[in-house]
């Protein structure tokens, strides 16, 4: 060790190598590269991982929205046949959205089915649907037995559905919190969902004005469950 101390310090600047204290100063710049790539790479895969869960809760909230505006947008006015005053089957509150129209374009044609738009207590929204022909479904309770599940978006803190329209023959158009057994649909229904504080997703308010804003001659086939005109 004397013999290579002796050496290093008598080098002359002429001479090749390197000192023990260079290459040591060297491994430590080398460590501190090591250091900032790796902690760089762990930042630039953080980053790409929030971009894709970014992406992919954005892609949540539009696939939800096409389904409700498509669902809502084809809602049938049908009439209630239990009541002596024209009733269009819709009701409506501040959290729960049930009405009637044709079944999901994955299922195919066929009789209409039921729907109900609510967010459950565990914090998911969902559209449950039932074949119009099932007399054992509640329709207008919160007994869900019998009705299928369609889980839209999970992690809702808060569910809001307004209506537009008039309150009563005459008035004029107001947002309300309730349509509840009248004679015509909302001209429009807006659907708000709220997430967690700390949840970062944002859901922008969704119109939609249904196809069909007056009651009509179609009531519901008690063999087939379809929607047939009155003769």
Not at 43 to 61: H, P, Y
Not at 126 to 145: M, P
Request: glycine share 8%; hydrophobic share 40%; net charge positive.
């Amino acid at each position: 060790m004397r013999a290579i101390a002796h050496f290093s310090a008598d080098r002359s600047p002429g001479e090749s190598g390197f000192t023990l204290i260079e290459l040591l100063v060297s491994l430590a710049l080398l460590g501190m590269a090591a250091v900032l790539l790796t902690q760089g790479l762990a930042s630039a895969g953080i980053i790409a991982q929030r971009e894709r869960v970014s992406k992919s809760n954005l892609e949540q909230i539009v696939t939800s929205q096409r389904v409700l505006r498509a669902t809502i947008e084809r809602l049938r006015p049908i009439t209630r046949i239990d009541s002596a005053v024209p009733i269009v089957e819709l009701r409506g509150t501040a959290g729960v959205l049930t009405f009637v129209g044709p079944p999901f374009d994955r299922d195919g044609p066929d009789a209409l089915q039921r729907f109900r738009l609510t967010r459950t207590a565990s914090g998911d929204l969902v559209l449950y649907s039932a074949h119009s022909r099932k007399v054992e479904i509640d329709r207008s309770g919160t007994d869900l037995v019998g009705w299928t599940p369609n889980r839209l978006l999970s992690g809702i803190r808060d569910l809001s559905i307004s209506y537009l329209g008039p309150p009563r023959p005459g008035a004029p158009r107001v947002w309300q919190d309730r349509w509840w057994d009248r004679s015509t649909t909302p001209e429009l229904i807006r659907i708000r969902v709220a997430f967690a504080e700390n949840d970062r997703r944002i859901w922008p308010d969704l119109l939609v004005r249904p196809r069909a804003t007056s009651h009509g001659p179609c009531r519901i086939d008690a063999l087939t469950g379809e929607c047939g005109e009155e003769r």
